[in-house]
């Protein structure tokens, strides 16, 4: 690694350089002991790489044994940063609540960091873990008569909280030493601002009375086992988000809690083309009548925009001025579709919607700007999140291979690049003619085979369409044709497609074998996880995903950062290299 890399690294992770550099020889070292003969070397050593702990960060090299040690290790921490090298994890407040949830205690966590750890983490970690962990049901919010109340575990806590004002804001009046009342409507305010503080809050707080619906699942309907897991703990926790990869059918999993509940139903979804696919899983699953659900988006006429028993919206239509009756109904379940999305200042409102239960679905719970834990606070604790390679190897989602294509640059457009600022040099790299040729070699690899060509830049999309003569979706492109595109890409009749970010989620195209990631957002981890999960839908034979980089720019940094989830996941990307002869092993 150069010094000019190690530096950007360093300020990455917020590890000094000369630690960094430390680690590096250490994993050398790791990786010397690996590659000694086994009368030389301890069965344990050979095992399993041994991780190193840097003050709150977790360092895992990637050897033999990697995915043991990164799966153990991301039950209590999150990805910081992946490279083919290494995974740095970071143990927050967050993860050990999320760990404290599904039923890890400090002990536990403690024991991993020994069992895999080169040198046993230090008192002060160990005791900060146990101080973390314990904060997590030691407030709550429970029914009153008639109002909600704050609870906490002891006296002292309460007194701690209610000494700050913006918590005193959301009280009514103390109730007793260790409860008080909670002012009405500001339910959700108060946990955002609990969390803040470092006190994530158990919400048992009133549940509104409902009309019942008539609807339940058809007959000969088959759950899968972990749908049926992820229901049972949703309803055991009252509220939380699933934690599921694309593909595993997670819109299945909040019409089976509608039907269980018999709830008015309010699911909320990021684009109009979901909503859509919302009710046609809530028709051919249960018994509502058609006339029972509501699409509204923003081409559905006035009079149409009419609130029923299950009412499927945009986030966006439900923040506008134009659907007043959702605000009034009282519903007895609300779905966050893409629950990534909730801590948008834009749509965090939504939250505050009055409902029994609240269910998030989510592959993705990362943010790039580390609001993940908004999620949490305004929905629910996570419910489930099983390990994406093990639905793989079960069948539930696709097998796949992931290459990264590099591609040069022209001399002319190099000379450009070198004196450009950087939002300049971002669009050189993502508009690289190059890419054009290696989309075509891509092609001609996997020919009839169905593809998607996936562009964040509306700009690359079209010119890509119109080079290789394949319709493009953009969000200007009106609805019905998204649909009659859609449709014959599924029916066969069209085997390529270009995409822009309208369709990176949750787009059902099942038979999408091959996807091509011509340019992304930055390092954004979300979105790029999103466009590989539209080949992730069960199929014959493996999914193939190929992201285009261009060579000796910003771009690699960028990719780098956009894989880091899908490593972190267990996948592993292979280099190929785009010559005048075609593809080749870089």
Known sequence: MS?????????????????????????????????????????????????????????????NGFQEVANAVQRFSRLEESSEDVAIYYINRLSLWKAAEQGLTPDEVIEVLKRYGRTPPKPSLRNWIAR????????????????????????????????????????????????????????????????????????????????????????????????????????????????????????????????????????LCTRAEICKQFRNEYLKHTTISPDDIAVITAETPLRQRVVKPITITTYQMATSKELHDIWKTKWGLVVFDEAQHIPS?????????QAIRRLGTTATPIREDRLEKMIFALIGPPIIDRPWLEMAEEGWIAEAELYEVLVDLPPKLRAEYEKAD??????????????????????????????????????????????????????????????????????????????????EEGIDLPNAKVGINVNGLYGSRMGFTQRFGRVLRPKEGKAVFYELVTEGTVEEEYSERRRAYLLSKGYEFNTLRLTPSGLKKA
């Open 345 to 353: 200042k834009v749509w965090r409102r939504v939250a505050d919607i």
């Open 132 to 267: 973390v962990m314990s904060t997590y049901g030691a407030v709550r919010i429970i029914a009153g008569d008639g109002y909600n109340i704050l609870e906490t575990a002891d006296a002292t806590l309460m007194d701690r909280l209610l000494s700050f004002k913006d918590v005193k804001s959301c009280i009514y009046r103390r109730l007793s030493p260790t409860q008080a009342r909670i002012v009405r409507g500001r339910r959700a305010e108060l946990k955002r601002i609990l969390l803040d503080k470092g006190y994530p809050v158990k919400d048992y707080g009133i549940i509104e009375e409902f009309k019942p619906i008539k609807i339940s699942l058809k007959d000969g309907f088959q759950p899968r086992d972990y749908q049926l897991e992820a229901l049972e703990r949703f309803l055991k926790a009252g509220s939380g988000v699933v934690i599921l990869p694309p593909g595993t059918g997670k819109t299945v999993i909040a019409v089976m809690a509608t039907a269980h509940l018999k709830a008015p139903t309010l699911v």
């Open 422 to 503: 950087d939002w300049g040099k971002v669009l050189i790299t993502a508009m690289n003619p190059r890419k054009i040729e290696a989309v075509k070699e891509i092609l001609k690899k996997h020919k009839g085979e169905p593809t998607l060509i996936i562009n964040f830049y509306v700009d690359s999309a079209l010119k890509l369409g119109k080079e290789l003569g394949i319709p493009v979706i953009t969000g200007k492109t009106p609805q019905r044709k998204r649909h009659e595109l859609y449709q014959a890409f599924r029916e066969g009749t069209l085997t390529s497609l270009v995409i822009t970010s309208v369709g």
């Open 3 to 63: 010094e000019k890399n190690e530096v950007e690294l360093a300020l990455r992770v917020k590890i000094p350089v000369e630690t960094l550099r430390m680690l590096g020889a250490l994993i050398a070292e790791s990786i010397s002991q690996h590659l000694t003969p086994p009368s030389q070397a301890s069965v344990e050593t050979e095992s399993v790489p041994r991780l190193f702990i840097v003050g709150h960060k977790v360092v895992v090299p990637r050897l």
